[in-house]
């Protein structure tokens, strides 16, 4: 629970009782507050009451001297709610960025994974469901139509791989070697030292090389972490190396050498044709610029409209376009309200009356959109600024990424749409603050641009950096009026026992391959490698493309198919044993069989299913000289069955075509 929801729920009590006691006061005449009672106890006395908070909500706290530096309160008990005092870390180890995950409380997830973020499931890929069935070895996810589930591959399965990745043969999980990238080889194992990446050769047939990301002609021409870099010479506008460079053109002009600078120079564009820079002060003389410009370096403007005058001495005459009453007809507190309707006016009133004029500001929630004219046109509720002091400025179209608002004109001022570096190249980041003078700046934050400290918080003050230590935090003190005194996190013994309830958290943005946030995530990649969210087939698997898992072509569960296979091979010649007098030979087991005749033996065929290519091998046992009798859908080459070899452990094969009716024999015999 956070200590803002906290706060912002005591005050409120804490308003609640004030407003009751006041009330009272107001009943009874007795002039002041004589006691308060429940989660906040004060008086009896006149005048004012020292106050103290002993409950939240009707449940106690611990007294003020139960607590330590850094305690923070901790919901105990169900039935009847409490508060304890624990630190939110123990022993030596306080806060530095951000709550350990342990000290978190688990978040629900939903969308492609479920579960909590301490227990997650993903039953989803790129928000089609994935099914929860076991999956068998050999198994690969295919699309069913309704969702991913686990599916035998046509066959029985691939259990070699051929082309860039090298595995099998064998049975169950094989250990595969990658040999070549979308094709092209890359270098052996062995070729490789450490430090090595892989660099695109070749163009009309692309290959592979391993070189070094620093060291020798091979470097790199992208981008990589500057701590992975060799410092890099530079040139052009930019000179020195990557660790120590100079900036001596500026889109080509040469700059004034740093010696030749001096506090509050800035560099003035020089020349036509050839342009160049020159370092000028924006003040003149030994003045440089210490906040904004000088108005004594800006011509005075003439201005017109609502506004007149000029923009060194301006009145503002009328709003949209309505007179308003000149300032000897106002009077302190005065706010301007609309007269007339066909022709409006502006007459001066008091928000208060009598002599009590606004000292606060008018909540939003009161005041009704206004129409805006002048430089800003719409309403206040969603305004667009078509002028600047009543010079027109390019419409949103008009501009793109980078671009700045140059005057044009002399006596009739514009603006125009321009880059700050010219030509192709625009502003893609912030203006170096080497190029900025210092600001002074006011409020919370003191001191200057360059050399800032936060004094306030919303106001209130902060302890001074000296009144800290390492592992401070800043805690909310105070009631009536807000404070702030430095704590620690963690101190003393106590630290959190529980973590944070996950409805006090907020849902947060993920990335990698879950994006999304935990309370409604996609799942885009797995084990960094994407997943396209093209939509799948029935019966097709998930098939990597080379940049992508997604919906494969290649192999079709539905219709049993397999297309663009550089190889097939089977996982087995199923062996059946011993034949005796009778053996039914089931050709949806495998399609590739062999069998021992150890006696005279009749066959029965359990048909594929369907059209296929079989062999059965006959092996004669140590006696040799058995026969077979074949189904009558067996349909000979010659229309005559073989007479199979007789000696002893004699090999003959028998290759067959079912067509889905009859089988289509040929053999070889005496194989030795």
Not at 311 to 320: E, F, P, Y
Not at 422 to 429: K, L, R, S, Y
Not at 447 to 456: D, F, L, Q, R, Y
Request: aromatic content about 4%; proline content about 4%.
């Amino acid at each position: 629970m956070n200590s803002a929801t906290h706060r912002t729920g005591d005050l409120k009590r804490i308003e609640s009782l004030l407003a009751i006691a006041i009330a009272r006061v107001a009943r009874t005449g007795t002039g002041g507050i004589t006691r308060l009672t429940g989660d906040v106890l004060a008086g009896p006395g006149t005048g004012s009451q020292a106050a103290t908070v002993v409950r939240v909500n009707g449940s106690t706290v611990p007294a003020g001297g139960a607590l330590t530096t850094g305690n923070v309160l901790q919901v105990t008990g169900a039935a009847a709610l409490g508060y304890a005092p624990v630190n939110l870390a123990g022993g030596a180890n306080f806060v530095t960025g951000v709550l350990p995950a342990a000290n978190q409380a688990s978040q629900t997830m939903a969308g492609d994974v479920t579960g909590t973020t301490g227990a997650n499931t993903v039953v989803a890929l790129q928000n089609r469901p994935l099914s929860n069935a076991a999956p068998a070895l050999a198994d690969v996810i295919a699309w069913n139509g309704a969702g991913w589930a686990p599916a035998v591959p046509a066959s029985g399965g691939i259990t070699q791989l051929t082309g860039d990745v090298l595995a099998g043969p064998g049975v169950g999980s094989q250990a595969g070697t990658v040999v070549a990238v979308n094709g092209s080889t890359v270098p052996a194992g062995g070729a490789l030292t450490t430090g090595n990446v892989l660099q695109v050769t070749g163009a009309a047939a692309l290959g592979y090389a391993a070189v070094n990301l620093a060291g020798g002609a091979n470097f790199v021409t992208g981008v990589l972490p500057a701590a992975n870099q060799a410092s890099q010479t530079m040139g052009g506008d930019v000179t020195g190396t990557t660790a120590a460079s100079t900036v001596a053109k500026v889109n080509g002009s040469t700059v004034p050498a740093g010696g030749a600078l001096t506090t509050g120079n800035v560099l003035q564009v020089t020349g036509a044709a050839a342009l160049g820079y020159a370092a000028v002060n924006l003040a003149g003389g030994a003045n440089f610029v210490t906040g904004v410009l000088p108005a004594a370096n800006q011509a005075s403007q003439t201005m017109g409209g609502d506004v007149t005058g000029t923009t060194a001495a301006s009145t503002v005459a009328k709003v949209n376009g309505s007179t308003v009453p000149a300032g000897g007809a106002l009077t302190t507190g005065n706010v301007l309200q609309v007269t007339g309707a066909a022709a409006l006016g502006y007459a001066p009133v008091n928000l208060a009356g009598g002599a009590n004029f606004v000292t606060g500001v008018l909540p939003a929630a009161n005041q009704a959109s206004q129409t805006m004219g002048g430089d800003v046109t719409g309403t206040t509720a969603a305004s667009t600024v078509a002028k600047v002091n009543g010079s027109t400025v390019p419409a949103g179209g008009a501009l793109t990424t980078g671009n700045v608002l140059q005057v044009t004109g002399a006596a009739a001022l514009g603006y125009a749409a321009v880059n700050l570096a010219g030509g192709a190249n625009f502003v893609t980041g912030v203006l170096p603050a080497a190029n900025q003078a210092s600001q002074a700046m006011g409020g919370d934050v003191t001191g200057t641009t360059a050399a800032s400290t936060v004094a306030k918080v919303n106001g209130s003050t902060v302890p001074a950096g000296g009144a800290l230590t390492t592992g401070n935090v800043l805690q909310v003190t105070g009631a009536a009026a807000l404070g702030y005194a430095a704590v620690n996190l963690a101190g003393g013994a106590a630290h959190v026992t529980g973590v944070l309830p996950a409805a006090n958290q907020a849902s947060q943005t993920m990335g990698g391959d879950v994006t999304g946030t935990t309370a409604a995530s996609t799942v885009v990649a797995l084990q960094g490698n994407a997943v396209s969210s093209s939509a799948p087939t029935t019966a097709y698997p998930m098939i990597w493309s080379g940049s992508a898992w997604g919906p494969g072509g290649n192999i079709d569960f539905a219709n049993k198919y397999a297309k663009n296979l550089q190889t097939a091979t089977f996982d087995q010649e199923l062996a059946n044993g011993n034949s005796g007098a009778a053996f039914t030979i089931n050709w949806t087991s495998a399609q590739k069989q062999t069998i021992t005749l150890n006696a005279n033996c009749t066959f029965t065929f359990t048909s594929p299913n369907g059209p296929c290519n079989m062999v059965l091998r006959l092996v004669q046992d140590a006696v040799g000289s058995r026969t077979v009798t074949w189904p009558a859908t067996v349909k000979w080459v010659g229309a005559a069955a073989p007479t199979l070899t007789t000696s002893a452990n004699a090999v003959d094969i028998v290759s067959l075509y079912w067509n889905g009716t009859n089988y289509y024999a040929s053999y070889g015999l005496n194989f030795a």
